[in-house]
């Protein structure tokens, strides 16, 4: 591939990871600080398959040094060899990118450690938290679901400012919770809620994606203090806090 990539690259390429370049075909401003991007994948799905929730690392020029975020793909076409990403627009690199993205720009990506293993037996209800970085990862976990019930905590802005949520109101419960305290009130409000909720959930999932002090937090609690089994927990930090 193009750029080199400095330490991190050398150790995905040790785990085996793959590369691949992305060029973009169509572009899309969801809200002013959520943009969806269409891309072909330069073969990449034909060799690596898909399953819910999947992502890829991208590369980035950070000041003349490499820099990778990992991103979820949306609606990936293995037939066409196109998938979606969306970007949640912040100050950085990554988001610098997206902002500009054109059709016929090309990124750098490579695929490495991603996987999903469906929770067995199915769950009676799915307890998310979530935030508009994992949204597109908590839509693929919805759709891969299906009828499956599910309470939902989401910080920050929600479906009425515009977020493409996949909810469905008759079965998905949306409690939106604004970021304060860098995510203690989020912490507080899953804390006073969810123990109650997990007394009438026989097959219980809990899946946790904000920011990684916040995940770890609340996955710990979920496992240790509630007892809620580790394979029923799935916490995977989204981004770090500065």
Known sequence: ????????????????????????????????????????????????????????????????????????????????????????????????????????????????????????????????????????????????LGPVPATIWFEGAGAADGLPFRTDPDRHEVRTVPRRDTGAHLVAQVKEALPELLRSTPEPYVWIACDTATTRALGAYARKELGVPKQRVNALGYWRAT
């Open 1 to 144: 591939m193009g750029q080199g990539r400095g330490r991190e690259g050398a150790v995905l390429r040790l785990m085996r990871g793959k590369d691949f370049e992305f060029t973009v075909t169509d572009v899309e401003d969801v809200t002013p600080h959520f943009r969806r991007l269409r891309l072909t994948d330069g073969g990449m799905l034909a060799a690596t398959g898909v399953h819910p929730t999947m992502w890829v690392r991208l590369w980035f020029d950070n000041a003349g040094k490499p820099h990778q975020r990992a991103y979820t793909l949306v609606d990936p076409d293995p037939a066409a060899g196109t998938f979606g990403m969306e970007f949640a627009l912040h100050e950085g690199c990554a988001s610098d990118w997206a902002r500009a993205a054109k059709p016929g720009d090309t990124v750098e990506a490579t695929v490495q450690g991603t996987g999903f293993q469906a929770p067995e037996p199915a769950p009676s209800r799915l307890f998310a938290v979530a935030d508009p970085a994992s949204l597109p990862a908590l839509n693929s976990l919805l759709d891969a």
